[in-house]
């Protein structure tokens, strides 16, 4: 009996260490995400989303004229596209985490800089250099986290990392408006505040270089991108398509085109903000749960019909639907195409970064292509907001017609296979 005693409480200690460490585990992934979700919100929400409702505010002051303000909105979409295709030679260069540490850095540096009108090519080189910080952002954050976490919790710490966004979103219709009480200059000073306040809390939570992170993979670079995989890259720039008129245009077209006013307009993008905070934490959660394809599947059917929504109904009841559930899909949409990707290359850390890569990408040529094309069609049709949503419409349903596509041929060519 001693004997046995003894032999249980030799055994016991291991299986205490091992939920002692599987908890240290937990701990640190969750660690790790807080940090990715700092960057997300200074490289990608701050950046990008709080220099919408200081639009008028440049203007007012005369910083700039409305056709400057244009100019440098689309610098940012031009260097996250840059920052995109640069992100892997970079984090190959220096490491992801060092890339990840000099973005937070330099993004935070941009609204510093930005608090002065020295030129317009002064601003517009910030306004690059804040957007070129999201895209490596972007590509990185979500691929150094992500290897140190359970295939069971990957989309719900996706979610949460790029709740960051959202975030952005929500703080560019509520905290924007308050810095712009003290001043156009403070509210820059404030956005660089908190963007150093992120970024010096998530300095030391960044998980420990990898070598996979400094040293590329010639394997991966030789490796071929399967069907589903270059469909998948497609479908996500048809989603970036989608997002476009809601992103670009939804106050206008409530303020404007529906008469409402630019208060009126304002509490849509509240909305927006608010649906982008959650959606990334359902939209994990959901992938987590069901697998990331048949989630990704019901993403798009959902989207189509909320982007579509305004070209039905314009009552109030309608908009604020569309608002949050497209509003969601924002970032929502990100976690569902991490685990995708995941899925779809299951042994490769360093092609599973380089498709996120191509992803990435391929989202901002995209989006990038939609921003000009939508509103060059805006002014052709003396600014029908419908067909544009029409639009976006259509290109979240052809991105759900070839994930039906091509699992109809791939079902059909595994039959062909067993007969």
């Excluded at 404007?256 to 909305?271: C, D, E, F, K, P």
């Excluded at 959650?278 to 749960?289: K, Q």
């Excluded at 604020?320 to 990100?334: A, E, H, K, R």
């Excluded at 970064?353 to 040529?365: G, L």
Aim: aromatic share 10%; net charge positive.
């Amino acid at each position: 009996m001693t004997e046995l005693n003894a032999n249980t409480g030799h055994h016991a200690r291991p299986h205490q260490r091992s939920g002692s460490e599987s908890q240290s585990t937990s701990r640190q992934a969750w660690r790790y995400a807080v940090a990715g979700l700092s960057a997300s919100l200074v490289g990608l929400g701050l950046a990008r989303f709080s220099y919408t409702p200081l639009i008028p505010a440049l203007i007012a002051a005369k910083w700039f004229s409305a056709s400057d303000v244009v100019y440098l909105g689309a610098a940012n979409l031009a260097g996250y596209l840059a920052g995109a295709l640069a992100a892997r030679a970079l984090a190959n260069r220096v490491g992801a985490v060092r890339a990840l540490r000099a973005m937070m850095l330099l993004a935070t540096l941009s609204f510093f800089a930005s608090s002065y009108p020295v030129s317009f090519t002064w601003f517009f080189a910030w306004r690059f250099l804040s957007g070129l910080t999201g895209g490596i952002i972007m590509v990185l954050a979500a691929s150094v986290i992500l290897p140190h976490v359970s295939a069971a919790r990957r989309g719900i710490v996706g979610g949460v990392i790029f709740a960051g966004v959202g975030l952005g979103v929500a703080a560019s219709g509520t905290l924007v408006p308050l810095l712009l009480q003290q001043g156009l200059q403070q509210s820059w000073y404030g956005l660089g505040v908190l963007s150093a306040v992120l970024t010096l809390a998530s300095w030391w939570n960044w998980p420990a270089e990898a070598r996979s992170d400094a040293a590329p993979s010639h394997h991966a670079k030789s490796h071929q991108a399967s069907p589903a995989v270059r469909a998948l890259l497609v479908q996500y720039g048809l989603n970036a398509v989608a997002l476009v008129p809601h992103m670009v245009f939804i106050v206008d077209f409530v303020a404007r085109g529906l008469g409402q006013g630019i208060a009126a307009g304002s509490r849509y993008w509240v909305l927006y903000g608010l649906g982008a905070i959650v959606g990334p934490l359902v939209t994990g959660h959901l992938g987590d749960r069901s697998g990331f394809g048949p989630a990704l599947r019901a993403a798009f059917l959902i989207e189509a019909a909320a982007v579509l929504l305004p070209t039905v109904s314009t009552a109030p009841v309608s908009l604020i639907v569309s608002s949050v559930v497209v509003g969601g899909f924002t970032p929502g949409i990100v976690p569902l195409v991490l685990g995708r990707i995941h899925e779809l290359v299951p042994h490769s850390t360093e092609q599973q970064r380089a498709t996120w890569s191509h992803a990435t990408t391929s989202f901002a040529m995209f989006q990038a292509a939609a921003a000009y094309g939508f509103s060059w069609i805006y002014a052709q049709t003396g600014g029908d907001y419908l067909v544009l949503f029409g639009l976006g419409g259509a290109a979240v349903v052809l991105a759900l017609a070839i994930d039906l596509g091509l699992a109809l041929t791939t079902r059909k060519a595994l039959k062909r296979a067993a007969a």
